[in-house]
């Protein structure tokens, strides 16, 4: 009796012909803004945000006389971001948990690879914008803005503020962050508004240069997720956070 051969299926593309592990074109521009200290737009494939980094030579109240300096962020829709507008946050007199949830998180990346007592008593504000979203936002702004913290710290260092030779001496390592999920039973990297909107499963990977995670959002949006599918998730995450700091150091060049 004969049997057929099977071979194994190649992994099936995306709706829009990536691969599974394949993240969107990722494009840096630096320098963005002229009066920014720091500043860099991003994009993850149709997602824009625009980073830019702003100095103060203040600590909020609970770091005054610690010698510390201090690291924040602050994130923003534009109306027409999306497909629909949206009030403004302004206009409504208070943010949303989420806008909160993101800007804590953006800070709290950011904070992770900075050593505050070499900063001195002076914050630094990192402002992110989004101006189109397509899903991946929190995690553009996250990898945009370790770019524009590192050119506003190059500024201090350059201008003698700061008596550091380098700005490696403060911001000890990279930062960046992708999004993974399981869409259509599949875990997928870096997923656009089509794919996040169907997800069964969501993460947010947020990990440094040293291979060293910072953060991990994850929840089943549709069922539950095991051992094995969370595996292959923190894999996608690693890999794809491995090509985004490839491009952040490209983008750097010999700065």
Same mark, same amino acid.
């Given at each position: 009796?004969? +049997?057929?051969?099977?071979? $194994?299926? $190649? $992994?099936?593309?995306?709706?829009?012909?990536? *691969? &599974? !592990?394949?993240?969107?074109?990722?494009?840096?521009?630096?320098?963005?803004?002229?009066?920014?200290?720091? %500043?860099?737009?991003?994009?993850?494939?149709?997602?824009?945000?625009?980073?830019?980094?702003?100095?103060?030579?203040?600590?909020? &109240?609970?770091?005054?006389?610690?010698?510390? @300096?201090?690291?924040?962020? /602050?994130?923003?829709?534009? $109306?027409?971001?999306?497909? +629909?507008?949206?009030?403004? /946050?302004?206009?409504?007199?208070?943010?949303?948990?989420?806008?909160?949830?993101? *800007?804590?998180?953006?800070?709290?990346?950011?904070?992770?690879?900075?050593?505050?007592?070499?900063?001195?008593?002076?914050?630094?504000?990192?402002?992110?914008?989004?101006?189109?979203?397509?899903?991946?936002?929190?995690?553009?702004?996250?990898?945009? %803005?370790?770019?524009?913290?590192?050119?506003?710290?190059?500024?201090?260092?350059?201008?003698?503020?700061? &008596? *550091?030779?380098?700005?490696?001496?403060? #911001?000890?390592? =990279?930062?960046?962050?992708?999004?993974?999920?399981?869409?259509?039973?599949? &875990?997928?990297?870096?997923?656009?508004? !089509?794919?996040?909107?169907?997800?069964?499963?969501?993460?947010?990977?947020?990990?440094?240069?040293?291979?060293?995670?910072?953060? #991990? =959002?994850?929840?089943?949006?549709?069922?539950?997720?095991? /051992?094995?599918?969370?595996?292959?998730?923190?894999?996608?995450? =690693?890999? @794809?956070?491995?090509?985004?700091?490839?491009?952040?150091?490209?983008?750097?060049?010999?700065?």
């Amino acid at each position: 009796m004969s +049997t057929k051969s099977t071979k $194994p299926k $190649p $992994p099936a593309k995306r709706h829009d012909g990536r *691969q &599974p !592990e394949a993240l969107r074109t990722v494009h840096l521009e630096r320098g963005y803004l002229r009066h920014a200290a720091g %500043s860099v737009l991003i994009s993850f494939g149709d997602t824009r945000v625009l980073c830019a980094a702003s100095l103060e030579e203040r600590v909020p &109240p609970f770091l005054r006389g610690s010698g510390k @300096g201090w690291v924040t962020a /602050e994130y923003g829709m534009l $109306p027409a971001s999306t497909h +629909t507008r949206s009030d403004r /946050e302004a206009a409504r007199g208070k943010q949303s948990g989420r806008t909160l949830e993101i *800007q804590r998180l953006i800070g709290r990346s950011l904070r992770a690879v900075v050593d505050m007592e070499k900063l001195g008593e002076r914050s630094i504000t990192i402002d992110c914008d989004v101006l189109q979203a397509d899903g991946g936002t929190r995690t553009a702004a996250i990898t945009g %803005s370790w770019l524009a913290l590192v050119d506003a710290v190059r500024r201090l260092v350059a201008s003698g503020v700061l &008596p *550091q030779s380098s700005w490696k001496e403060i #911001i000890v390592d =990279q930062v960046a962050a992708v999004s993974v999920g399981i869409v259509d039973g599949r &875990p997928v990297c870096d997923l656009n508004y !089509e794919e996040d909107s169907k997800a069964g499963v969501d993460f947010n990977i947020v990990m440094t240069g040293a291979g060293k995670f910072v953060e #991990i =959002q994850g929840t089943a949006e549709h069922g539950t997720f095991d /051992e094995k599918e969370l595996s292959s998730l923190l894999k996608l995450g =690693q890999r @794809g956070i491995g090509e985004l700091l490839k491009a952040q150091r490209r983008t750097l060049g010999n700065d």
